[in-house]
């Protein structure tokens, strides 16, 4: 039909900044920032948006954007030399007419390649060569799926650590809670680092959480009681899952609004522990997929489990 918008679409978003657009044929879409490789939005079939962007985000570089899902590569936070979470979430990616195959054909219209190489500056800060392909896909139902493939085209292995540094919209953090990584080991960021293990049924937020969980499953929940919505959240070839929510130290982040950490909670798929290395000529793969569906009750419980394991 004439009046349809297509699948895909690349125009201009805050501050002229090139943006592609993916729609759904059900309604649901994602916005995509060539600045970063970044998804500042996911809306599902009743234009809701499921990704917390703050208000204050600064679309300008060298700042990445605050929300949505940056990508930190070749770094994860301080764990190396680098600059705090590398610098692919404050370069200029660019669309990628060609890309390589994937093994599986997808008949999915909504989607966008991506890609990433180092410019002469960067190779000064980080002296390896590689290229940096990322797929953003927008499911028939509604799912999100990011594909990032990193090919060592350089003569000498390199190693990297990684995130995908999703900020999930949330009604209240103290409404929420995530189902998957109880009893599992974490470091954690506000202790130096230190390695603890979890105690306790599930994860809940009463205060500042900055926790880098080891050996997580593949799967994970995070479910909003308030808004009756649960997030789950696979992913592959990413061990580690980091959960941070600033909560009063919002304040100190000039780019986030003082209140504006009740409304978010960040889940980030990652390797950290165990960087990745790659020998010349070899390709890592990670793989983020996001549903959000509303929360299924049992005995008037909401009931992660049946999540988890569906
Ligand atoms: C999280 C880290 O992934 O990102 C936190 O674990 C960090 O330590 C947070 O504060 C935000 O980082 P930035 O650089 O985007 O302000």
């Known amino acids: 039909m004439s009046g349809e918008k297509p699948p895909v679409e690349i125009c201009k978003g805050v501050n002229g900044l090139d943006k592609v657009v993916l729609r759904e044929v059900r309604g649901s879409s994602a916005e995509v920032y060539l600045y970063g490789g970044h998804v500042t939005s996911w809306r599902n079939d009743h234009g809701e948006e499921l990704l917390f962007l703050s208000t204050k985000a600064i679309f300008k570089p060298p700042k990445a954007i605050r929300g949505g899902i940056p990508i930190c590569f070749p770094q994860f936070g301080s764990h190396g030399n680098l ?12 669309i990628d007419a060609t890309p390589p195959p994937f093994p599986t054909v997808s008949t999915n219209k909504a989607f966008t390649d991506l890609i990433f190489k180092p410019s002469e500056e960067d190779l000064k800060i980080w002296p390896h060569s590689y290229e940096f392909r990322l797929r953003i896909t927008l499911g028939p139902g509604g799912d999100l799926m990011l594909t990032s493939r990193i090919r060592n085209i350089d003569t000498k292995p390199f190693s990297f650590t990684f995130a995908y540094h999703t900020y999930l919209s949330v009604s209240d953090i103290s409404e929420v809670r995530i189902e998957g990584l109880e ?29 880098i969980y080891l050996g997580t499953p593949t799967k994970i929940a995070i479910i909003d009681h308030e808004k009756k919505r649960t997030f789950v959240l696979r992913k592959d070839g990413l061990p580690d899952a980091v959960v941070w929510n600033p909560w009063e130290k919002a304040k100190s982040i000039a780019d986030l609004g003082d209140d504006e950490y009740k409304h978010m909670l960040c889940v980030e798929p990652a390797a950290v522990e165990k960087a990745i290395t790659l020998k010349p000529g070899e390709e890592w793969k990670g793989r983020l997929e996001l549903s959000a569906v509303p929360s299924s009750y049992r005995s008037g419980q909401l009931d992660p489990q049946r999540v988890l394991q569906g």
Not at 83 to 94: I, K, V, Y
Not at 190 to 209: M, N, P, S
């Open 83 to 94: 600059d705090q979470h590398g610098f692919a979430r404050n370069r200029f990616w660019s």
């Open 183 to 211: 009893t599992l080991d974490y470091l954690d960021n506000l202790k130096a680092k230190e390695r603890f293990t979890e105690q306790g049924d599930a994860i809940t937020f009463e205060t500042e959480v900055d926790k």
